[in-house]
């Protein structure tokens, strides 16, 4: 017999207790492993684009192509300076700037990478899309020189 305290209901042994389930969906939401298009979904149409057209510029730096990094970078209204670089040197000093807001916008979300290169003056972060080092700040004289962040 039970006392008034105590429960009455029958819960099977191996099943979690109430706490035990808000413990683990709240470690899931926290690791963002619930499903990450609930992690992603908190970026806007503009800043999605903003991080599509700073990827081309990024991959047009990382093959030392300054044409296309101008040409990418005139979809940007913050990447004035790469649209009017007159060298690669310029291009990617104002690449780093652009990559501050890139690096807060992307930093834990699903497909994006977020890179550090030491080399560089003062050392330099950027975003990419894809696992593999490609360094926009040395182009094809140090293409894998960085790091991933994990």
């Known amino acids: ?21 808000f413990r683990l969906l709240c ?3 926290v690791s963002g492993l619930l499903h990450p298009a609930l992690v992603a979904a908190d970026l806007t149409e503009s800043e999605r684009v903003f991080l599509a057209h700073y990827e081309k510029v990024r991959a047009a730096l990382a093959t030392d192509d300054l ?7 005139a979809a940007i209204a913050e990447a004035q300076p790469i ?8 291009a990617r000093k104002a690449f780093k700037r652009l990559s501050v807001r890139a690096v807060a916008l ?11 290169c030491s080399m560089f ?20 004289s140090m293409p894998h020189c960085g790091k991933i962040e994990r």
């Open 27 to 29: 470690a899931f939401l």
């Open 121 to 140: 003056p003062g050392g330099a972060d950027w975003v990419q899309t894809t696992e593999e080092v490609s360094n926009p700040y040395w182009g094809r």
């Open 67 to 73: 044409a296309a990094a101008r040409q990418s970078a």
């Open 1 to 21: 017999m039970t006392g008034p305290l105590e429960s009455r209901s029958i819960r099977h042994p191996a099943a979690p207790s109430t706490m035990s389930r």
């Open 83 to 90: 649209t009017e670089a007159e060298d690669l040197t310029s």
């Open 106 to 116: 992307a930093r834990g979300r699903p497909g994006y990478f977020v890179a550090h």
